[in-house]
């Protein structure tokens, strides 16, 4: 065990990706030891000396077990946008990985649904590399994105390979009109409910912003999906990642301990209330 | 739990403090300071509060002269014993080099309520428990020599007896010393209850208590439950207030809470905290530092360009609710020891165990309610 | 003419009896498949028809000078399209597109009215099956209204 969890440990950036306007993919390697390999789900803090730390879910390919890390940031405040300005070669501090992970061994034999919402396609990434992995272990794979614009979308290129793999259904869905776009042009719970599933055989994992889960979990529900049987990541406060700040609460859960990946019963009447 | 229990005289008292600080103890004791009872280090007996009492009510807080010399004769000050445990401010690391390690004295604490021995024990589980202990905290507490005090005058805000955390001191001690002052004189009954208790025990001038003492001792302790100037009401408070989130009680209290904060500062059991990274203007020197932080505070919930909890009614909500409910969830316990503190310092004097029996009423309202309605 | 068995696996008609299903399906309703590119309906026409869509994608818009044709929605299979028909102006609000080769039931709305009229208890349960649809329609377009997606820093 760490003898020093809340000190980062340094990290280089060993190569930088521009995904949208806002958001950039780093892939991260050790300077001198390389923290505990992550699953998927689970996130880092991620420090910027002079500026300060957040919680970035961890969106790799968890079967490489090089020691590097791959996080994707979004420019939305002082710590992440001095993070996605770092250039290959500038060192970050590292906490982590923290918190628990997406359940994919639940999902084993049924078909998985993954509805990612705008930048909540990073943490759902690990997952469905995860799945594609040992492929045969699961019916359908499903992944539904939605982003606001076409351009807003993540990992494009891995999207378009994605779309063209005949073991593989994804929908991708955007809000608002957008002219050159031949794709769907709605919100992620239009697809979703569009599927038809055998609710028995169905285990899914959303992650987005709070509404977003809500609204896709109530279309699951609908379709006699369990609410077991729906995973969902949460986002709130995080400061030391430990569980020792309280920061993090959202009523008897630490989201950076009990979370981020929780299932649905858990959570949904949490996440009903107003202020919680 | 040893059997020996001594008397020692006010003089032995003395004699006492004078021993732990020769055996390199830093002894924290109350004493009187700034028109309140605080808690501060000793350099000797003399020290400490003869004589004063407190008079207590809901954001009310007066030291008063008493007609006798006791030294533990008030209830709980606005300081409690979690500064020394988990202190405001904590530097967490500084950049460019190997930390050093914090070496404090070994700390006595000298008068600990039954309350606060819960409190120093709830705290434990919260910072020690879990899968990162706080490894400052257990160096402090890891030497600790407590000394607690039972009580025999419970104060106006009381209700450890309804928490099930006193009057009489629960295991964590090493002596437990009840004050009495009669006819027969001003003497603590001084129970042992570790090796390293007994052994301070045999270092000050003592005389083995008589059965009778013992007896007429606990008897006092044990009366006080009956006279607690406050009381949480007899029901599952963790299910009531779990049910409660849509309670019309909030609006309510919103209206009084000024979210100042004041209960999470002198509560025994908060721990809230909040990371601050700094660095100096090259950026080539960082630290980071930890200081109290409240979830009264505005931006405690900060998230996304705004605070999940911004209204008063929510914030509220969250800190009685964590503090008698999701405690249990968390910590497998609840928060609350029954001190009374956040009664004395709310400045519009909000009674916890107030809204608790408020909480209840409206929700047998509402239940009743639905009965008429379906029947 | 349509099967019951295919309009029963609509909602829309959930709220109906076997017989009522099948009275809709011999007498109001029929296969139809657009090719690709196709117009089911045009903004400003009187409207007239409700297509249930079983394959295909069909895409909804309207002409924004400058703009060309903006697509608002896009309907998959599943999805009823043509509400308009059921309150004045009676006129189509927007342009469908067949974005692929469509497969629908198409719905014989004046008979479909017809049957209503006739029937209370058929048209009841079926206006409420196109409120649902209207009220679900709505929810998710308000939830693309959120512009959820949005960073923190635009607000």
Same mark, same amino acid.
């Given at each position: 065990?760490?003898?020093?969890?809340?000190?980062?440990?340094?990290?280089?950036?060993?190569?930088?990706?521009?995904?949208?306007?806002?958001?950039?993919? !780093?892939?991260?390697?050790?300077?001198?030891?390389?923290?505990?390999?992550?699953?998927?789900?689970?996130?880092?803090?991620?420090?910027?000396?002079?500026?300060?730390?957040?919680?970035?879910?961890?969106?790799?390919?968890?079967?490489?077990?090089?020691?590097?890390?791959?996080?994707?940031?979004?420019?939305?405040?002082?710590?992440?946008?001095?993070?996605?300005?770092?250039?290959?070669?500038?060192?970050?501090?590292?906490?982590?990985?923290?918190?628990?992970?997406?359940?994919?061994?639940?999902? %084993?034999?049924?078909d998985?649904v993954?509805v990612?919402?705008?930048?909540?396609?990073?943490?759902?990434?690990?997952?469905?590399?995860?799945?594609?992995?040992?492929?045969?272990?699961?019916?359908r794979?499903v992944?539904i994105?939605?982003?606001?614009?076409?351009?807003?979308?993540?990992?494009?290129?891995?999207? $378009?390979?994605?779309?063209?793999?005949?073991?593989?259904e994804?929908h991708?869905?955007?809000?608002?009109?957008?002219?050159? =776009?031949?794709?769907?042009?709605?919100?992620?719970?239009?697809p979703l409910a569009r599927l038809d599933l055998?609710?028995?055989?169905t285990?899914a994992?959303?992650?987005?912003?709070?509404?977003?889960?809500?609204?896709?979990?109530?279309v699951l529900?609908?379709k006699?999906v369990?609410?077991?049987?729906?995973?969902?990541?949460?986002?709130?406060?995080?400061?030391?990642?430990?569980?020792?700040?309280?920061?993090?609460?959202?009523?008897?859960?630490?989201?950076?301990?009990?979370?981020?990946?929780?299932?649905?019963?858990?959570?949904?009447? !949490?996440?009903?209330?107003?202020?919680? | 739990?040893?059997?020996?229990?001594?008397? !020692?005289?006010?003089?032995?008292?003395?004699?006492?403090?004078?021993?732990?600080?020769?055996?390199?103890?830093? #002894?924290? @004791?109350?004493?009187?300071?700034?028109?309140?009872?605080?808690?501060?280090?000793?350099?000797?007996?003399?020290?400490?509060?003869?004589?004063?009492?407190?008079?207590?009510?809901?954001?009310?807080?007066? #030291?008063?002269?008493?007609?006798?010399?006791?030294?533990?004769?008030?209830?709980?000050?606005?300081?409690?014993?979690?500064?020394?445990?988990?202190?405001?401010?904590?530097?967490?690391?500084?950049?460019?080099?190997?930390?050093?390690?914090?070496?404090?004295?070994?700390?006595?604490?000298?008068?600990?309520?039954?309350?606060?021995?819960?409190?120093?024990?709830?705290?434990?589980? #919260?910072? @020690? @428990?879990?899968?990162?202990?706080?490894?400052?905290?257990?160096?402090?507490?890891?030497?600790?020599?407590?000394?607690?005090?039972?009580?025999?005058?419970?104060?106006?805000?009381?209700?450890?007896?309804?928490?099930?955390?006193?009057?009489?001191?629960?295991?964590?001690?090493?002596?437990?010393?009840?004050?009495?002052?009669?006819?027969?004189?001003?003497?603590?009954?001084?129970?042992?209850?570790?090796?390293?208790?007994?052994?301070?025990?045999?270092?000050?001038?003592?005389?083995? *208590?008589?059965?009778?003492?013992?007896?007429?001792?606990? %008897? *006092?302790?044990? *009366?006080?439950?009956?006279?607690?100037?406050?009381?949480?009401?007899?029901?599952?408070?963790?299910?009531?207030?779990?049910?409660?989130?849509?309670?019309?009680?909030?609006?309510?209290?919103?209206?009084?809470?000024?979210?100042?904060?004041?209960?999470?500062?002198?509560?025994?059991?908060?721990?809230?905290?909040?990371?601050?990274?700094?660095?100096?203007?090259?950026?080539?020197?960082?630290?980071?530092?930890?200081? =109290?932080?409240?979830?009264?505070?505005?931006?405690?919930?900060?998230?996304?360009?705004?605070?999940?909890?911004?209204?008063?009614?929510?914030?509220?909500?969250? =800190?009685?609710?964590?503090?008698?409910?999701?405690?249990?969830?968390?910590?497998?316990?609840?928060?609350?020891?029954?001190?009374?503190?956040?009664?004395?310092?709310?400045?519009?004097?909000?009674?916890?165990?107030?809204?608790?029996?408020?909480?209840?009423?409206?929700?047998?309202?509402?239940?009743?309610?639905?009965?008429?309605?379906? @029947? | 003419?349509?099967?019951?068995?295919?309009?029963?696996?609509?909602?829309?008609?959930?709220?109906?009896?076997?017989?009522?299903?099948?009275?809709?399906?011999?007498? $109001?309703?029929?296969?139809?498949?657009? %090719?690709?590119?196709?117009?089911?309906?045009?903004?400003?026409? $009187?409207?007239?028809?409700?297509?249930?869509?079983?394959?295909?994608? #069909?895409?909804?818009?309207?002409?924004?000078?400058?703009?060309?044709?903006?697509?608002?929605?896009?309907?998959?299979p599943g999805?009823?399209?043509?509400?308009?028909?059921?309150?004045?102006?009676?006129?189509?609000?927007?342009? $469908?597109?067949?974005?692929?080769?469509?497969?629908?039931?198409?719905?014989?709305?004046?008979?479909?009215?017809?049957?209503?009229?006739?029937?209370?208890?058929?048209?009841?349960?079926?206006?409420?099956?196109?409120?649902?649809?209207?009220?679900?329609?709505?929810?998710?377009?308000?939830?693309?209204?959120?512009?959820?997606?949005?960073?923190?820093?635009?607000?």
């Amino acid at each position: 065990m760490n003898a020093e969890p809340m000190r980062p440990v340094p990290y280089r950036v060993a190569a930088r990706h521009s995904e949208t306007h806002d958001s950039v993919s !780093l892939r991260l390697e050790p300077v001198e030891s390389a923290l505990p390999a992550f699953l998927p789900g689970q996130f880092t803090m991620l420090f910027k000396q002079g500026v300060g730390e957040v919680a970035i879910s961890v969106s790799g390919d968890p079967s490489i077990r090089d020691g590097s890390l791959t996080q994707t940031i979004r420019d939305v405040g002082a710590v992440s946008r001095a993070l996605t300005k770092t250039e290959p070669g500038g060192v970050v501090g590292v906490r982590g990985p923290f918190g628990t992970c997406w359940d994919l061994e639940a999902g %084993a034999g049924h078909d998985l649904v993954i509805v990612a919402g705008g930048i909540g396609l990073a943490p759902l990434r690990p997952v469905l590399l995860g799945a594609l992995a040992r492929r045969s272990d699961f019916g359908r794979v499903v992944l539904i994105a939605g982003a606001r614009a076409p351009q807003e979308f993540l990992y494009r290129d891995q999207l $378009a390979g994605w779309m063209a793999d005949p073991l593989l259904e994804v929908h991708l869905t955007i809000d608002l009109p957008a002219s050159g =776009w031949d794709g769907q042009v709605g919100f992620v719970t239009e697809p979703l409910a569009r599927l038809d599933l055998d609710p028995a055989r169905t285990t899914a994992y959303l992650c987005g912003p709070e509404p977003m889960l809500r609204f896709a979990a109530d279309v699951l529900l609908r379709k006699q999906v369990g609410a077991r049987a729906i995973q969902v990541s949460l986002e709130r406060n995080m400061q030391c990642g430990i569980g020792l700040c309280g920061h993090c609460q959202l009523g008897p859960l630490l989201v950076c301990r009990d979370g981020p990946v929780v299932d649905y019963a858990r959570v949904r009447d !949490l996440l009903a209330t107003r202020e919680l | 739990m040893t059997a020996s229990a001594a008397v !020692l005289t006010r003089a032995g008292l003395d004699e006492l403090v004078a021993a732990l600080i020769a055996d390199g103890y830093r #002894v924290i @004791g109350p004493v009187v300071r700034d028109e309140a009872i605080v808690l501060a280090e000793l350099t000797s007996g003399a020290d400490l509060p003869s004589g004063w009492g407190v008079d207590t009510g809901p954001g009310h807080y007066r #030291v008063r002269r008493r007609s006798d010399e006791a030294v533990f004769g008030h209830s709980a000050g606005p300081q409690s014993w979690k500064q020394f445990l988990h202190p405001p401010r904590r530097q967490l690391w500084a950049s460019g080099g190997e930390p050093e390690p914090e070496k404090p004295a070994p700390m006595a604490f000298l008068g600990v309520r039954a309350c606060d021995l819960a409190a120093i024990a709830t705290l434990g589980r #919260v910072l @020690g @428990g879990g899968a990162h202990p706080d490894a400052s905290f257990l160096r402090r507490t890891g030497g600790l020599f407590v000394v607690a005090a039972g009580c025999t005058e419970p104060g106006g805000l009381c209700f450890c007896a309804s928490m099930g955390t006193g009057p009489r001191p629960g295991p964590g001690y090493d002596l437990a010393l009840t004050e009495r002052i009669d006819g027969e004189g001003h003497r603590f009954l001084a129970e042992a209850g570790t090796d390293e208790g007994e052994r301070m025990l045999a270092r000050v001038s003592h005389r083995p *208590a008589a059965g009778g003492e013992v007896d007429e001792a606990h %008897a *006092a302790v044990d *009366a006080a439950a009956a006279r607690m100037g406050r009381q949480m009401p007899d029901l599952d408070i963790r299910e009531l207030l779990a049910r409660s989130r849509e309670s019309p009680s909030w609006e309510e209290v919103a209206s009084r809470c000024l979210t100042c904060g004041n209960c999470t500062m002198v509560c025994p059991t908060c721990f809230c905290t909040t990371v601050e990274d700094s660095s100096d203007l090259t950026g080539e020197h960082a630290e980071r530092w930890q200081r =109290w932080a409240s979830c009264f505070e505005l931006d405690f919930s900060y998230l996304h360009g705004g605070s999940v909890r911004s209204s008063g009614a929510s914030r509220y909500r969250q =800190w009685i609710t964590h503090k008698l409910s999701t405690w249990h969830d968390q910590f497998g316990q609840s928060g609350c020891v029954g001190c009374g503190r956040c009664i004395a310092w709310c400045p519009v004097g909000i009674d916890i165990t107030a809204e608790v029996a408020t909480l209840a009423r409206l929700h047998d309202e509402g239940a009743e309610g639905e009965e008429r309605a379906d @029947g | 003419m349509a099967s019951a068995e295919q309009l029963a696996a609509f909602p829309l008609f959930s709220g109906l009896t076997q017989a009522q299903q099948e009275l809709v399906a011999g007498s $109001a309703a029929r296969d139809v498949v657009f %090719a690709a590119g196709a117009t089911l309906m045009g903004e400003g026409d $009187a409207a007239a028809g409700c297509w249930l869509i079983r394959l295909g994608q #069909v895409a909804v818009g309207t002409q924004v000078p400058g703009r060309g044709l903006v697509v608002v929605q896009t309907l998959g299979p599943g999805d009823v399209l043509g509400w308009s028909w059921l309150v004045p102006p009676h006129r189509w609000h927007y342009t $469908a597109t067949a974005k692929t080769e469509v497969s629908s039931i198409e719905l014989d709305t004046g008979q479909l009215r017809s049957l209503a009229e006739a029937d209370p208890a058929l048209g009841f349960p079926l206006a409420l099956g196109f409120i649902e649809i209207v009220v679900a329609r709505l929810q998710n377009t308000r939830s693309r209204l959120l512009d959820l997606y949005g960073s923190p820093r635009e607000r």
